[in-house]
Each structure stands twice: as structure tokens, then as C-alpha cells.
């Protein structure tokens, strides 16, 4: 008997942790280790409902690493992949506990910030812009500055995922079209600012 006993607990135990690698696996983007669409996604719906419960503030920022492809066209998929681990794992490593990157697709990714003012959520993204450090190709030799363009926006009170999505984008746009390399702010209502705060002097030369 306890021998029978020992044996189904053993059988649940591995049927657990097949289940949440299952459920890791689901939620997570292969190239990058990070948070995949749909669980990126799904995160957003939660930060939205406890914001609204709560009066936590929530920014979001869609990101677009510039250039991209130009990465890809000179220097093959293989570098485009090296680019894309490199920015994850740098900007991973850049956020604060609570936050969440996740990869949209592409070069394109969310950044979820929680409880956090818009001013401060501006700060965080150009510190990490000012200071990424270079990608290192898969030849060895190569390294490629990292330059990225975000469109960042404060939850506002009844806000839903598209919504929400769709201020940031704009931003995101305005962004590509100020020059790339920088953040705009989507404040609503159609309108954007910029943060001043724009690329480092070591960046501002390169092509975009």
C-alpha cells in the first residue's frame, strides 16, 4: 500500500510539472525567453483591471528596435536573432521588479510598467537607451550599436487593451517620424509630446 502510495504521488507530482512547463512554455516568446503576444497581452488586461480597482497607475510602451532591418539585410537572420536576444535580455535586466517586457512581434515589443508616473516611466526608458551596450554578432567581431524608438502612455481611467494599445502606437509612429532613437508620449485625445530627454550625444550621429 504505501508503496502505491508513494508512486501516485509521484505520478501527480510529474503530471504538475509537466502542466506548468506546458503552461511556461505557452506563454513564452522561443528566441527571446520573454513573455510571448498573448501572455504580454494578458498581462496588460490584469494591470488594466487592477489599476482601475486600485488607482495604481500602469504605463505602457510599445518599443521598436530601429533599423532592424538593415541588421538582417547585411548581416543575415542569424545577427537579426543575436540583436533581438541581446535587447531582451539587457532590457530584462534594466526593469524594475513588477514590470514586464514582452515580445509582440518582430522587433516589436510592450513594456509594462506598474504603479509608476508618466514622467518617471520616460526616465527609465532613456536611462536604459542612454547606456545599451552594443550587440555582439554571431561572427565575433561585430558589434552593432542598439537603438530603439518607443511610444509611451499613461493608463487613463476606463481604458481597455485597444485603446490603450492604440495611443502608444501613435506614439510609436510620431517617434519613428521625429527620427527614431527617441520616446514620444501619447497624452490622448490624438495628442503626443516629446521627451526631451532623446538619444545620448554618442548616438545622435548615426544613421536612422
Known sequence: MGTDISALKHNEKSLRQAH??????SRTDLLTGLPNRRY??????EGLAAGEASGAGLCASIIDIDQFKVVNDTYGHDAGDAVLRHFAQVFRESLRPGDHLGRIGGE???LLQMDVRLDDAARLLNGIRAEFPPATLPDQTTRRPIAFSAGLTAAL???DRSSILSRADR????AKAEG???T????GMERTATDRA???????GRSS
Open 20 to 25: 506548468e512547463s506546458a503552461l511556461l512554455a
Open 40 to 45: 504580454i497581452l494578458e498581462l496588460l488586461d
Open 108 to 110: 516589436e515589443f510592450l
Open 157 to 159: 481611467p476606463h481604458d
Open 171 to 174: 506614439a510609436l509612429y510620431a
Open 180 to 182: 527614431r532613437n527617441c
Open 184 to 187: 514620444r508620449i501619447g497624452l
Open 198 to 204: 532623446h538619444a545620448p550625444a554618442k548616438t545622435a
